[in-house]
């Protein structure tokens, strides 16, 4: 099982120590460049509560995305 990009941790090994309790090998990283991704968010200094907020993701074979609003 694979996710459509790669990920920092391969996903067959974890899954299969989940399904069955068995370790079978070892984690292996994901190769090539990393994608930084999050959320930004803008609060209310009055409410605290969120005002703003975009994507944001950064690197990697994903599209990039940057906040909408000035940091």
């Known amino acids: 099982m694979r996710c459509d990009h790669d990920s920092v941790i391969e996903v067959d090994e974890p899954l299969y120590r989940h399904l069955t309790g068995i370790a079978t ?3 292996t990283p994901a190769e090539g ?3 930084l991704s999050g959320i930004a968010i803008e609060t209310d200094p009055g409410t605290g509560l969120v005002a703003k907020q975009s994507p944001l993701r950064v690197g990697g074979s994903l599209a990039q995305v940057e906040p909408a609003f000035p940091a």
């Open 25 to 27: 090998g070892r984690f």
């Open 33 to 35: 460049e990393a994608t």
